[in-house]
Nanobody, 118 residues
Framework: QAQFAESGGDSVEPGGSLRLSCLAF????????MGWFRQAPGKQRELVAI???????TYEKSVKGRFTISRDDAKNTMYLQMESLKPEDTAVYYC????????????WGQGTQVTVSS
């Protein structure tokens, strides 16, 4: 059963910006802290940003100051505003509930592709 639908990925040049959206279905959005993850080719999926149910945010070091995570509980939607994009940000981006530093197994969506290149 699909829980999340990610959108907003695109191809941009270095220095560009994108806004990703995550529409959540079901109860996970209101039960768990939520996070954005990404997986680059040949690499493991990594957690890049977390937003708690209380709105507190945490960022992975390489994106801190460039990415902003937010949520709109009334719309069951989470966002990731990405600024000053770098080629190393190229990856498939996923949203999911967070348990520790891991996403919830069995709830991964299709993700949305972000490509940063000149």
């Amino acid at each position: 059963q699909a829980q999340f639908a990610e959108s907003g990925g695109d191809s941009v040049e270095p220095g560009g910006s994108l806004r990703l959206s995550c529409l959540a279905f079901g109860d996970i959005f209101h039960t768990y802290d939520m996070g954005w993850f990404r997986q680059a080719p040949g690499k493991q999926r990594e957690l890049v940003a977390i937003i708690g149910r209380d709105g507190r945010t945490t960022y992975e070091k390489s994106v801190k100051g460039r990415f902003t995570i937010s949520r709109d509980d009334a719309k069951n939607t989470m966002y990731l505003q990405m600024e000053s994009l770098k080629p190393e940000d190229t990856a498939v981006y996923y949203c999911n509930g967070v348990l520790g530093v891991r996403g919830l197994e069995g709830y991964w969506g299709q993700g949305t592709q972000v490509t940063v290149s000149s």
